[in-house]
């Protein structure tokens, strides 16, 4: 289209280099000693982000469940729509092995999931309800 956007859309080669880039980005932060709240562009927080997070108590990584079908249960798909990393050495080796894993890839989830079931059982993390 006259406006660029078409070359943005989703899966398009323009937007698999932004979501995929994601992981060098968040461990960037990381290893500059900073905890990092990451959500997609189209969220709105209507309570305090962070006072919401405390009440899960500290853990190296929250994120919602991409599942909508565990009914409490723990996934093994979870999203990467809204995560928060700890600077936690296990944390860095998560986001290392998700950047890799996204090499040659067009979306990031997949590959973080994968990511993260390497490193089962290293990883203190919490999975965060859909609403709240």
Known sequence: SSNGSSGSKYGS???ANVVTHRPRQILNMLELGCSVLYNDIDTA???PVFAALDRYGRHDLMLP??????KGKRSHYLCTCLMYFRPT???RALLLGWAEKCKGETKNQFAFNTALSALQ???DYVVLPETQ
């Open 13 to 15: 080669p323009i937007w």
């Open 89 to 91: 050495t296990n944390n």
């Open 65 to 70: 469940d991409d599942n909508k079908h565990t």
């Open 45 to 47: 927080w209507i309570k």
């Open 121 to 123: 059982g290293k990883i």
